[in-house]
C-alpha cells in the first residue's frame, strides 16, 4: 500500500440510526461505507496486489534461523498460482471440498487462496480436533482432499479414511506438499487458473467454517465471497486507525491464533485485502509467542481476552518478584482511571503527568511484551472486562472488542475509534442491523450473515426469521447511542429453584481474569443459589507457590489451602459486587486439574462445553449443595 493510500483518512463513521418502542431501543444500524463487491471473489486479490504494488511486502515468513524473511505481493501471487495449477493437475474440480487441517502458518494461508484460485471450497480443521470431529466434518462436507501439517495430523485422517470414501488426497506441509503441488502444476497452462477464477462471483461459497459444537454435533457455516468482502472491507474502512498507518511505519500483525476460526481468517483476508505485512506465529506458548512477537514487531494483534489476561498478569508476577508489586499495582490504577478519563472527558493535568512517569517504568514493558511496536488490540471470542480494557488504553494501546459468530464472518459489531464505551461491544459495523427481540435475544441482518448450514443432500438450511433477521441465540440491550452490551446465552441462562434468571458469563468473564484462574463454570439450574467451579492457572499458580514458598505442597492439597482459597474468595466476592445477591457465587470448589479440548471440556476455540463438565463434575456439585 502506498504512503498516501495510508495517510487518507475515510470521514468519521457514521453514528447508528437507532429505533425504540416502549422507551427501549430495540434497533440499530450504520450504513455500509463501501459497496457490495459486484464480481469477482477472494481468489483475485494475491492477483490485484501483484499487479498493482507487486514489490510491497505481503508477508514475513519466519526461517529455522529465527529470521524474519519477506516475501512481496508479487512472490506470493506467483506462489498461489503455481499451487492453483497443482491442485488442477489433481484432478480437483470447481466446487469440490478442500479441508486444511493445521496449525497458524504461511502454508495454510497460501493453500487458502490456491484453492479459491482453482475454484474450490476451502474447509478448515482444527489441528487439536478429536478422530471423530475430523471424520465428521471430512464427510459431511464432502471433501475430497485434505492437507495437514505433520505427521500427526496425518495418522488422524488416516485412520479414519475407511469411513471418508470420498477422500481421494491427503497432502502433508511437512513433507514438502506444497512443492509437489508446484511440481505437478507445472505443465497446466495459466490460463486453466484464469477460468477457474472466472467462474466465481461474489456468491460462490468460498468456504465451510464448522462451528465449535458446544452443544452437539458441529454444522458447517456457508460463507460466500460476498460475505468476506461485505466484512473486511467495512472493517477496513471502519477501524482506519488500525489497519491503515498515519505515520511513516507500515501497519503489521502476527497471527497466532486458529486461521481454523473465523475470526482469525477474516484478519488475514482482511490485511491481504488493505495490504498490510503478516506474520505466522504457530505455537501460542508463552515463550514461542513472545519470541515471536519481539522478532516480527507487530504494529496491531487480533486476540481473544486470555491473551491480555496472561500479558497483565504476568507482568504483575514479574513485578512481585522483584519486590515491585506495590509500584506496578499504582501504575495500574493509574492506567485504568486515565483510559477511563479518556472515554468520559480530558483526563486531567495530574493524572496525565502520572500517567507519564508510569509509561516510562511500567507501560513500555507491557508494549514490549508485545514486540514494542502494538498500538491496537483487536479482541473478540468474549468480553475482556472494563478494568484490562481501561489499563490497556492507559498503557498505550487501544483495544476494539468486538462480537460476532461464525454465522456471521466474525464481528457483526465492533468498538469505533475513539469512541470507546465500558462495557459494551461497540457499534453495528458499517452495514449490519442489530435487533433485541421481545425476549432479548440479539437478532443480526446484513452482507455478512451466512448463506446457511451446509447440507450437501438437501441444500443450505437457512435459520432465519420470516423478515430475514439471524437469530444469534445471544442475549443483549442497545443503548441510547447504539452501543450492544451482551448479556448471555440464552441456552446458558441459569434458573434457580427460585425462579431467579442468572447469566453466567459477566460472572465467568470476571473470575477468569483473575491470574490464579485458570476457567470458571457458574451453575445453579433448578438449584437453591448459585455455585462455581473453579480450576487454576498453572504459570499463575507457580508463581503464587514460589512468592509463599509452598512449592513442596502438592497440588491436591494446594486445592484446601486456605491463604490460596481466601484469595480466591476475595475474587469471587469481587465478582458478586456485578450482580445481586440472588445472582451471586454463594461457594466453589477448586479442582485440581484445568478444563481441556482433549478432556471434552473446551471447544477448539476454548468456549466451555458446559454440559460435558457438568456431567463429570456432578459429584462435586452436588457437593456444594449439602448443608
Known sequence: MSDARRATDPPAPVPPRTVSLDGRVREAYVPPLVPRAPRGSLADLPYENAHQAPDDVAFSRKRPDGVWEDVTAGRFAAEVHSVAKGLIAEGLQPGDRIAIMARTTYEWTLLDFAAWAAGLVTVPVYPTSSAFQTR?????????????????????????????????????????????????????????????????????IATLIYTSGTTGRPKGCALTHANFFAEVDNAVEFLHPVFRSLIKEPTSTL??????????????????????????????????????????????????????EKVFNSARATAERMGRAASFDRASKVAQ??????????????????RAVYDQL??????AALGGHVRHVVCGGSPLGQRLSAFYAGAGIEVYEGYGLTETTAAATVTPPQRPRAGTVGWPLPGTAVRIADDGEIWLKGGIVFAGYWDAQHGQAVPYTADG???????????????????????????????????????????????????????????????????????????????????????????????????????????????????????????????????????????????????????????????
Open 136 to 204: 465428521w466434518i471430512l464427510q459431511d462436507s464432502g471433501a475430497v482432499a485434505c492437507a495437514v501439517e505433520g505427521m500427526d495430523e496425518a495418522r488422524v485422517v488416516s485412520a479414519e479414511r475407511r469411513q471418508i470414501p470420498g477422500l481421494a488426497h491427503l497432502w502433508v506441509f511437512g513433507t514438502g506438499a506444497i512443492d509437489k503441488l508446484r511440481r505437478a502444476g507445472a505443465h497446466v497452462p495459466d490460463e486453466a487458473v484464469t477460468a477457474r477464477r472466472g467462474l466465481l462471483t461474489p456468491d460462490t
Open 255 to 308: 497471527l497466532f491464533l486458529p486461521l481454523s476460526h473465523v475470526f482469525g481468517r477474516m484478519v488475514a483476508i482482511g490485511c491481504i485485502r488493505a495490504r498490510v505485512r503478516i506474520g505466522h506465529a504457530p505455537s501460542i506458548e508463552d515463550d514461542d509467542l513472545l519470541t515471536d512477537l519481539a522478532g516480527f514487531r507487530p504494529t496491531f494483534l487480533l486476540a481473544i481476552p486470555y491473551v491480555l
Open 337 to 354: 482511571r486515565y483510559g477511563e478519563a479518556r472515554e468520559a472527558a480530558t483526563p486531567s493535568l495530574s493524572l496525565k503527568a502520572a
Open 362 to 367: 511500567v507501560y513500555r514493558r507491557i508494549r
Open 469 to 627: 433477521w439471524f437469530p444469534t441465540g445471544d442475549l443483549g440491550s442497545l443503548d441510547e447511542d447504539g452501543y450492544l452490551r451482551i448479556t448471555g446465552r440464552k441456552k446458558e441462562i441459569i434458573v434457580t429453584s427460585a425462579g431467579k434468571n442468572v447469566a453466567p458469563a459477566p460472572l465467568e468473564d470476571w473470575l477468569r481474569a483473575h491470574p490464579l484462574v485458570a476457567q470458571c463454570l457458574v451453575v445453579g439450574d433448578n438449584r437453591p443459589y448459585v455455585t462455581a467451579l473453579v480450576t487454576l492457572d498453572q504459570d499463575g499458580l507457580a508463581h503464587w507457590r514460589r512468592m509463599r514458598q509452598k512449592d513442596h505442597v502438592s497440588l491436591a492439597d494446594l486445592t484446601r489451602d486456605p491463604d490460596l482459597l481466601a484469595g480466591l474468595q476475595r475474587a469471587v466476592d469481587e465478582a458478586n459486587r456485578l450482580v445481586s445477591r440472588a445472582e451471586s457465587i454463594r461457594r466453589f470448589h477448586v479442582l485440581p486439574g484445568e478444563f481441556s479440548e482433549r478432556g471434552g471440556h473446551l471447544t477448539p476455540s476454548l468456549k466451555l462445553k458446559r454440559r460435558a463438565i457438568a456431567r463429570d463434575f456432578s459429584r462435586e456439585i452436588d457437593a456444594m449443595y449439602r448443608d
